[in-house]
Every structure is written in structure tokens, then in C-alpha cells.
């Protein structure tokens, strides 16, 4: 069982909607990482988070501490938004890991 | 100035061939590492680097051996390539452990035929 689940595992969207999509993480990761992976297959970092929210432009990341959780969100969404994205946890100490959901394949129609 | 860049960005090559992926970052980062993504777009760590010392090996078959000249370089020497090598690899650098952001190379297709 991965350590980190995401959800949904595909998300299809009319342009201008409201985009949230879900992670859930186990018991040891300390931070969560929000990455962006383009159809030519590029991987960008978009946030990292401990604790609270963090923005930038359109993209909203949130983490609750307590119930294991991290949303990414997206407001008014472009087709140039259509990538995968991917939540990943940081176990914390010595252990330099990263420890990858699966991914949420998002498609923005026009 | 590209912050990770590894070369190439595609391989092909035959079973049995040995092949290596050079990676490079130029942000003064202290971890390098090096991640592989399956063909159902899964990545999964294989090793992470710090200050040039292995830090982690993750159930990686011996074929695999990772090189880091300096802190700025790790390389991905394979050996005896197989087929369920092919994958897409990718090196990623970060400051100070991954409770920090990371940055990607722009990743390598390998095909082995």
C-alpha cells in the first residue's frame, strides 16, 4: 500500500471551473510536495508545505496536520492547466526520500 | 540557465548494452537524486545523494550504480541493460533533504530493445 493516495485519479473540467484535487498521506511524512508534470513530461515543483496554505497565482495548496491531508486547488482553470499532478511526502530526519502518489491526470477543455 | 539538466533525453539501445545518464545542477544544492518513472507514470525513488554520499538505495538491482563526482553530478551507469529497464529516469536536486523544494531534469526516455 503506498504511503501517499491520491484522488481523484482522473479529472476532466470545462475551462473557468474550480479544480481541487486530493491527497492523503500515512502516519511519518512530515511535508508534502505538489509537483506538475507536462504532456512532454517536464516535472516542475508547484509547492512545498508543512503546515497551512500557501498560493501562487491560481494555484492554492492547503495541508491539515492533523487529518493527513493536502488539497490542491485551482481557480478559474485554463486548457494550459491540463497536465498531471502528482502529491508527494517527505518521511522527515536522515531519510531524503520523496514518497509519490500516483498522480491526477487533469484535462481543461475549452 | 537550465537548473538540472540531464543528458541524454532519449537513449535506445539494445539488451545487454551498458549505458550511462549524466545529471548536472548548478544551484549549489547539497542532494541529488535519482528517481524512475514506470510506464504507468509511477515514480519511485532509486537513489539520493548527499555531499556526494549515498544516502539511499532502494531495492535497486546491482546493474544499477550510481556516480557522484562532485556534489553538482550524479550520474546513472547501467549495466547489462534488460528490457523492464525501459522507463523514463529522472534527477532531481534539492538543498538540505527533501523538506525543501526540488528541482527536476527534464528526465530521460530509455527503450531497451
Known amino acids: 500500500k503506498n504511503e501517499v493516495e491520491q484522488s481523484p485519479q482522473n479529472l476532466t473540467a470545462q475551462e473557468g471551473e474550480f479544480i481541487t484535487i486530493n491527497c492523503s498521506y500515512s502516519?511519518?511524512?512530515?511535508?508534502l510536495h505538489w509537483l506538475q508534470q507536462h504532456p512532454g513530461g517536464g516535472i516542475v515543483s508547484l509547492f512545498m508545505?508543512?503546515?497551512g496554505k500557501k498560493k501562487h497565482g491560481r494555484l492554492i495548496a492547503t495541508i491539515n496536520i492533523q487529518e493527513k491531508h493536502s488539497s490542491l486547488h485551482i481557480t478559474a482553470s485554463h486548457p494550459r492547466d491540463s497536465a498531471v499532478y502528482i502529491c508527494?511526502?517527505?518521511?522527515?530526519?536522515?531519510?531524503?526520500?520523496?514518497?509519490f502518489g500516483k498522480g491526477t491526470l487533469l484535462t481543461v477543455n475549452p | 540557465d537550465t537548473a538540472v539538466s540531464q543528458t541524454p533525453k532519449y537513449l535506445v539501445t539494445q539488451m545487454g548494452n551498458d549505458k550511462s545518464i549524466k545529471c548536472e545542477q548548478n544551484?549549489?544544492?547539497?542532494?541529488m537524486y535519482w528517481y524512475k518513472q514506470d510506464s504507468k507514470k509511477f515514480l519511485k525513488i532509486m537513489f539520493s545523494?548527499?555531499?556526494?554520499?549515498?544516502?539511499i538505495n532502494e531495492t535497486v538491482p546491482n546493474r544499477f550504480s550510481p556516480k557522484s563526482p562532485d556534489k553538482a553530478h550524479l550520474n546513472l551507469h547501467i549495466n547489462s541493460l534488460e528490457l523492464g529497464d525501459s522507463a523514463v529516469y529522472f534527477c532531481?536536486?534539492?538543498?538540505?533533504?527533501?523538506?525543501?523544494?526540488?528541482?527536476f531534469g527534464q528526465g530521460t526516455r530509455l527503450t531497451v530493445v
Open positions: 502516519v511519518g511524512i512530515s511535508a
Open positions: 532531481a536536486s534539492s538543498d538540505r533533504g527533501s523538506n525543501t523544494e526540488a528541482f
Open positions: 545523494y548527499n555531499n556526494k554520499e549515498l544516502i
Open positions: 508545505l508543512s503546515s
Open positions: 508527494a511526502g517527505y518521511s522527515g530526519g536522515s531519510n531524503y526520500k520523496l514518497t
Open positions: 544551484l549549489g544544492h547539497d542532494t
